[in-house]
Nanobody, 124 residues
Framework: QVQLVNSGGGLVQAGDSLRLSCAAS????????MGWFRQAPGKEREFVATISRSGARTVYADSVKGRFTVSRDNARNTVDLQMNSLKLEDTATYYCAASSNLGIVTNQGAYTYWGQGTQVTVSS
């Protein structure tokens, strides 16, 4: 069992950076792969990034590759998403999620636990 709390969202201008955080409770955090998803108004929730249990492997959506970086600290039960060079199309509610599935997965159906989400709004 794990509880996830999203934080770090806000209003920024295009080209700016923002760091989102996800804090997990429980003592089994390191057994979960962690993912980031986002959902813009009128659009389906989409995959953003994921990081393996140890943090050794990461996978990014093509739309954010080279701009976003996901990291985790299993000692502190946290996972972060560093967002650089933000674009207008990055505007969305961002969610962290935990998956007990073996191996790296990008589909949201593989993630069992979800944070409450945090709003990121990018303006020009």
């Amino acid at each position: 069992q794990v509880q996830l709390v999203n934080s770090g969202g806000g209003l920024v201008q295009a080209g700016d950076s923002l760091r989102l955080s996800c804090a997990a409770s429980g003592r089994t955090f390191s057994t979960y792969a962690m993912g980031w998803f986002r959902q813009a108004p009128g659009k389906e929730r989409e995959f953003v990034a994921t990081i393996s249990r140890s943090g050794a492997r990461t996978v990014y959506a093509d739309s954010v590759k080279g701009r976003f970086t996901v990291s985790r600290d299993n000692a502190r039960n946290t996972v972060d998403l560093q967002m650089n060079s933000l674009k207008l199309e990055d505007t969305a509610t961002y969610y962290c999620a935990a998956s007990s599935n073996l191996g790296i997965v990008t589909n949201q159906g593989a993630y069992t636990y979800w944070g409450q989400g945090t709003q990121v709004t990018v303006s020009s």
